[in-house]
């Protein structure tokens, strides 16, 4: 059995793709078997595993719509040791695709069971916005990781999100639960984000992930060689964030690391 987790926040730019990527590559790292899932148009999930985006076809996009199977489309991330189903632009057609197609939410839930015993974990890299691809994703999830930047304006948009959340689990996935919120792009210099903090804990309570994502260049810069920052600068404070990540998400997991699902 495969822990499936959404990664989502319909902001743009809060290190959801580079969670996923680095959170897919560090459970490798420990011993996973790990398939990331782009669900955003924009690829960035694809690129940063190291695959060309425009020679990835077929592509998330053909297995929502039943034209490919989920075996037929994965490719391998060779710099981050896990398997990726690829995305590109022509997702971004995808909503009005499927918009009259029957069981439209659940597409993917189908499709991943197809390949559920080859891994220990599924991740989904969540697009911005709370479309048809992301209740496709809470759908077919077992718990959303929220990754959020400590700033003043981060709690709000997370009642939206929440409340999407709600309305899966009443209609789609009754087991559907957050996972957590990880705190990214952390400067512990920072008073405002230490505030912040300490707001995101009061509310959330033991929802927070212990481990914090320090605002680190490294992570900026691997994706643009095609690699996870593991594969980039493995020593850098970046990658022993999300080692540190990796290691967290299998203890809530109850694996130890080493030790396959
Ligand atoms: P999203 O997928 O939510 O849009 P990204 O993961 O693409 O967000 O991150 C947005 C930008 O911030 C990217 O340029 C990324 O490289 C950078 N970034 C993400 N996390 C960090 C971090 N911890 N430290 C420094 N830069 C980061
Ligand atoms: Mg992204």
């Known amino acids: 059995m495969s822990r499936i987790l959404a990664i989502a926040n319909q902001k743009g730019g809060v290190g959801k793709t580079t969670t996923a990527v680095n959170l ?6 420990l011993g996973q078997r790990v398939l990331l899932a782009d669900l955003d148009p ?3 999930a694809t690129m940063g595993a190291g695959i060309e ?3 990835a076809l077929p592509t998330v996009y053909q297995i929502l719509l039943n034209q490919v199977s989920v075996r037929d489309a994965r490719m ?10 690829p995305a590109n632009r022509e997702l971004a057609g995808a909503e009005i695709d499927l918009v009259n197609l029957e069981q439209r939410d ?4 189908a499709a991943l069971a197809q390949v559920a015993d080859d891994y220990d974990f599924i991740l989904m890299d969540c697009p911005p916005t709370l479309n048809l691809l992301t209740v496709n994703a809470f759908a077919a999830a077992e718990a959303v990781l929220i990754p ?6 981060a709690l709000e948009g997370l009642t939206d999100l929440v409340n999407t959340i709600k309305k899966v689990k009443q209609r789609l ?14 400067d512990p210099r920072s008073t405002l984000a230490q505030q912040v903090s300490d707001q995101i804990k009061q509310h959330f309570g033991d929802k927070v992930y212990d481990t914090v994502i320090p605002r680190n260049v490294r992570l900026a810069e691997a994706p643009s060689h095609g690699l996870p920052v593991l594969a980039y600068d493995r020593q850098c404070k970046g990658a022993k964030a999300y080692m540190e990540l990796a290691e967290e998400t299998l203890r809530r997991a109850g694996i130890t690391a080493g030790e396959t699902a």
């Open 24 to 29: 897919a590559a560090s459970l490798a790292e």
């Open 42 to 44: 924009q690829g960035n």
């Open 53 to 55: 985006k425009r020679s």
């Open 76 to 85: 391998r991330s060779e710099p981050g040791h896990f398997d990726v189903i």
């Open 106 to 109: 659940l597409r993917l839930k």
């Open 148 to 153: 959020m930047q400590c700033e003043y304006y």
């Open 173 to 186: 996935n009754p087991g559907i639960r957050i996972e957590g919120l990880l705190r990214v792009m952390f």
